[in-house]
Structures are given as structure tokens and as C-alpha cells.
């Protein structure tokens, strides 16, 4: 016999594929465009799902706010830089690194991996700290770590350069490299929410006493949500400064803070489908305002939106989703085949 | 050697005393109710114990090993559980991911499906509702899914905050007639807060009625009623 809870398992489990192949088609459709803008966007919002999917790992997870993933994305970012850059374009830009990071000229995936698990560590130290603080306690925390951060890597300049942009980065993140690292992101997102550590650290989100009547030592499992959340955060911006070429401290700050949290609220925190539809969302969303930004002709009048509308425009998104909808797109729903495809015999359990 | 030692117990909130000079002892496999007034302390000694709030002064032992100082989580591992008061079940997780929340710090988990399919059969509501919210649940079946909960965990002792609270009284009927089963099935220790001392009176047992933070009687619950102890704690002089 097959139990309700069997069934609903296996339900689960076809939650990753479905994103997957979510995320596959919206490549497929973009290439098939065949512009160049188009193939840009697909890849920019990969790179964003990446980020947003780690964010949830921790977020969606815990229940607590996070304002500080922006700065693994910094961190991940600046260590493929430091690995992957020309060691003779190093010793002009970044004079301060040391003898082993000024000669490294790796592959792009062993720097990628390092970008993570650098961002992972700085996670599993930082963490040990601040989430030992409760809900919003933790969440200023984050925000104090943010600013750290952003502060560090905008004055120390023989190594990050400083304010001024670090260059020259291999362009290798098309839309297929993005797609593999999103899935990869997915799949590590929805095994951890399947482990025992992942509902307990529901449990904690759902009542903090209650959980740890039930044993639940909410710190360790928010450290680990947090160290694995950090690491997908840390890829991302890796990704992310491979894919424009060019980076600086403040392109991960307050401006991507805000975009994955819009991306998170508006796809809705409380699942993982919410989280990737929200970036797809919001992203698309974007996509037609910077078009409108560019101006458009209709007849012989030419319409443009003033330039920064588009963050106004998601801000205003995100302010109506909350009230009308405050759960979000998805409102807590995962994407998943019926119960009939999944039982094999077309009979319904319910 | 008694089960569950309470000695010289004090709770403090800054500088109000809620419990002090608290001791008792309880059984194993006991059933002991504590009863009285509102602010006598009932709830804080559950806390105490079960190590949700600080002991000021004194110590709480369970088979001699001595839990006072430890976190709440590192004393339901020892095998101490608790029902809150107020219930406090994961109202957005299901009822089967409720229950499945208490086993994660169980090394014995191959008597983890033994141990659902006991909370299913005692409380066969839950096995209907498995996969639903347990914030859909009534009152009386999130009572029972907060027992259930309690009950996977695997405890020795189970410490219950208020059962009956805002329930009907069949319902409530219900939930004693099922806690007094599992307890039967399990050998399990109970300690029970319960604002009705009639009702404990009916179910049977041990009972200490507190004021003030103190207790003032300790006997079998049925004695009470009849002993006219009760209207002395609740509107005698203080003591």
C-alpha cells in the first residue's frame, strides 16, 4: 500500500526537476529569440536565481531576514578575481596580494568552487556570532555585516582595488554555464529542505519554543542553512563579475540586497518555487522596463521612462504584493506534478 | 530513587518571586497533577523543569543526574518532554512533519515508525489529517498533535502545561482518557499543570496544589474536594 506521506514525498521530489526544467525552457525560448539583449537578460537572471536560491536556503528556511548575502556574492566575486585575473595585470591593479594569489592564473571552476567556499567559511565564522541572536536581532546583524564588508573592500585598496573597478575578468558566463550552476543551486536547495536538519529549522521558524521543547538546537541548524546558503551566494557573485567583466564593492551592496529581496517577496518565501518565480518575475518584469527606459516609437511620438524608474517601479511591485498578496506569487506553494502521475497508476489516494 | 527530584527550587523574573523553597519528588510512572490559584507559580515550575526558564536557586534531578543548567533542547534529549501551554504545534508544517520533528534527535531510528504508528493509532485523527496544515486543526486535535509530538521524542517523563486549556469539556474528557492510555502503554511519568481539580479528582492521581509559589497541600487528588483544601488556597490568608 502506499501512504499518503509516500505519495506526497514523491511529489516533492519532482519539485527540482519541474524548476529545472522551468529554467531550461526560459533558455530555450530566450536563444531561440536570437538577440543578443535577450541571451544577456537569460544569463543575468540565472545568475540571479543562483543568488536568490541560496538566499532562501537560509531565509525561507529559518524565517530570519537576511540583509548580508550581498556580501558573500562581494567576497565569492573578488576571489575568482584574485584566482582567475592575468598575474601580470595583478601586479598593476592589486599590488597588496599576496605572493600566492598575485601568481594564481587558475581554470574558471576550481575559482568558482573557492568563491563559494571562501563565502561559506566567512559564513561558519560570522554565523557563529550573530546567530546565536534571535529574529530581528539577527537580522541588523546581517545588515552591520553588510556594511562591514562593503566598507573593507571599498579602502583596501592594494588588494580590492577600492572604490575603482577591477577589470579584465574572463567573460566565460554564458546562459548554459548560469543554467547548470541554478540547477546545481536547486537541487542542493530542495535536499536540504528534505534532511532533517531542513524541518527542523522549519520547526524553529514555525516556534522557537516549541522546538526546542523537541530537542532542537536552533543554532546549529541555522549555521549550517546559513554556511550552505553562503556558499551558493558566494558562486553567484562569481558568476556574476564573469559574466559583466568588471567589478566593484558596490555593485554588491544595497541596490543587489534590495533586488533579492524584492525577487524573495515577491516569488514568495515560504517555498523554493517562490523563490525562483520571483526572480523570473521580477527579472522579466525589469527586462520590459529597460526597454521602456530606452524609449519606444509609436507613430511619430517617441515614449521613454526617466532613467531609475525601474527601481521605483520594483519597489512599488513589491509594496503591492505585500499587501495584496503578502505570501508572495506562490504563496508557500511548491511546483509539483499531481498526485495521480506520481502514484504510476493513475488512481487518486485523495 | 525517585524519578524526578525537585530540591530548594526558586524562580525569579528581576525582582519578582514567582516559586521559592520548592521541593517534591515524583515517582516513576506517577501521575501528579499541580493545581491553584493564577500567579501561584504552576507554569514557571514546568519551566524550571523542563529548562525554558532559569532556576534562580536550587536543583532539578531526573534518575539522579541533575538537569538544572542545561538548555531546554539538551534536556528533552535526556528524555524530559514537554506539551506547552497554548499547545504551540508548527501551525505551516503538516501533522506529519510535526510528529516527525521530535525524532530528529533519536538514535534509535528504526522505532521511529513503530513510534508514528502509536501516536496514529491513539490519536486516529491524526493519521486522517497526516498531510494536512496543523494549523487547520480544531483546538481539542492540535491538543492531542502537541501530546503526539511530545510523545516522539521517546521521554521518560512528560511535563503537560494546561491541557484542558479552552477546551470543551468533552473534548477535554478525550484528551485525559488518551494521555492516561499512552501513559498505561508507555510507563511514561506524568506531571500535569490542571486549573480543575475536579477534573483531576476524576482522572486520578497525585496532587499538589501551590500559592504563592509555595505548596500548600500534597495528597491523592480525590482526598481534596472532600478535605475543603481547596477553597483554603485559593481565598484562605496567605500563608
Redesign the interface.
Known amino acids: 500500500m502506499i501512504t499518503q506521506h509516500r505519495i506526497r514525498r514523491r511529489m516533492a521530489t519532482t519539485t527540482p526537476i519541474l524548476l529545472a526544467l522551468l529554467l531550461l525552457a526560459f533558455v530555450a525560448l530566450t536563444l531561440a529569440l536570437g538577440d543578443r539583449a535577450a541571451a544577456r537578460m537569460a544569463s543575468e537572471t540565472l545568475i540571479r536565481v543562483t543568488l536568490v536560491v541560496g538566499f532562501w536556503i537560509f531565509a525561507g528556511n529559518s524565517g530570519v531576514i537576511s540583509f548580508g548575502h550581498a556580501a558573500f556574492a562581494c567576497v565569492g566575486a573578488y576571489v575568482s578575481a584574485w584566482t582567475t585575473l592575468n598575474p601580470a595585470m595583478k601586479a598593476t591593479l592589486l599590488p597588496g596580494l599576496p605572493p600566492a594569489l598575485a601568481e594564481a592564473h587558475w581554470h574558471v571552476l576550481p575559482a568558482a568552487l573557492t568563491a563559494g567556499l571562501v563565502a561559506a567559511a566567512l559564513a561558519l565564522v560570522t554565523g557563529a556570532a550573530i546567530l546565536r541572536l534571535s529574529g530581528i536581532a539577527a537580522s541588523i546583524a546581517t545588515f552591520a555585516f553588510l556594511a562591514m564588508v562593503n566598507t573593507i573592500w571599498a579602502n583596501w585598496t592594494p588588494v580590492t582595488g577600492g572604490t575603482s573597478s577591477v577589470v579584465g575578468l574572463a567573460r566565460y558566463v554564458t546562459p548554459w554555464v548560469a543554467l547548470g550552476w541554478a540547477i546545481a543551486a536547486i537541487l542542493a536547495a530542495s535536499l536540504y529542505a528534505a534532511s532533517a536538519s531542513g524541518l527542523a529549522l522549519r520547526a524553529t521558524r514555525e516556534d522557537e519554543v516549541a522546538a526546542s521543547a523537541s530537542g532542537i538546537d536552533q543554532y546549529r541548524h541555522r549555521l549550517l542553512a546559513y554556511t550552505l546558503s553562503a556558499f551558493f551566494c558566494g558562486v553567484g557573485g562569481a558568476l556574476a563579475g564573469h559574466f559583466i567583466g568588471v567589478i566593484n564593492p558596490d555593485g554588491f551592496y544595497l541596490s543587489l540586497t534590495f533586488l533579492m529581496l524584492a525577487m524573495l517577496v515577491v516569488g514568495g518565501i515560504g517555498s523554493l518555487s517562490g523563490a525562483v518565480i520571483g526572480v523570473l518575475a521580477v527579472s522579466l518584469a525589469v527586462e520590459a522596463l529597460v526597454r521602456l527606459e530606452k524609449g519606444f516609437t509609436l507613430g511619430t511620438a517617441t515614449f521613454a521612462l526617466p532613467p531609475g524608474s525601474q527601481e521605483i517601479i520594483i519597489a512599488v511591485a513589491m509594496i503591492l504584493v505585500l499587501v495584496f498578496r503578502p505570501a508572495g506569487l506562490m504563496a508557500g506553494r511548491e511546483i509539483m506534478l499531481p498526485a495521480r502521475w506520481v502514484t504510476g497508476r493513475g488512481t487518486s489516494q485523495n | 530513587m525517585a524519578k524526578l527530584g525537585i530540591h530548594d527550587l526558586a524562580v525569579r523574573y528581576g525582582k519578582l518571586t514567582a516559586i521559592s523553597d520548592l521541593s517534591f519528588t515524583v515517582a516513576e510512572g506517577e501521575r501528579l497533577f499541580i493545581s491553584g490559584p493564577n500567579g501561584a507559580g504552576k507554569s514557571s515550575l514546568l519551566g524550571a523543569i ?1 529548562g ?1 526558564v532559569p532556576a534562580a536557586h536550587g536543583r532539578i534531578e531526573m534518575d539522579g543526574d541533575i538537569l538544572s543548567g542545561l ?3 539538551r534536556i ?2 535526556r528524555g524530559l ?2 506539551v ?1 501551554e497554548g499547545r ?7 501533522v ?3 510528529l ?3 525524532t ?2 533519536r538514535r534509535d531510528r528504526a522505532a521511529v515508525a513503530d513510534d508514528l504508528e502509536t501516536a496514529f493509532t491513539a490519536f486516529p485523527i491524526l493519521r486522517t489529517r ?2 494536512a496544515p496543523a494549523g487547520a486543526l480544531s483546538g481539542g486535535q492540535q491538543q492531542m498533535l ?1 501530546i503526539a ?2 510523545l516522539m ?1 521517546n521521554p521518560k517523563v512528560m511535563l503537560v502545561d494546561e491541557p484542558s486549556l479552552g477546551l470543551a469539556p468533552k473534548v477535554v474528557d478525550e484528551v485525559y482518557d488518551r494521555l492516561c492510555s499512552l501513559q498505561a502503554l508507555r510507563g511514561l511519568t506524568l506531571v500535569i499543570v490542571e486549573q480543575s481539580s475536579t477534573r483531576a479528582a476524576r482522572v486520578g492521581g497525585r496532587m499538589i496544589l501551590m500559592r504563592g509559589g509555595r505548596i500548600v497541600a500534597d495528597g491523592d487528588a480525590a482526598g481534596f474536594a472532600a478535605a475543603d483544601l481547596l477553597s483554603e488556597a485559593y481565598f484562605g490568608d496567605p500563608a
Do not use: C, K
Open positions: 523542563s525554558a538548555g531546554p533542547e528533552a534529549r518532554s514537554m506547552p504551540r504545534i508548527f501551525g505551516g508544517l503538516t506529519q512533519e510535526n516527525m520533528v521530535g530528529g534527535i497526516a498531510q502537541a509530538r511530545a521524542t
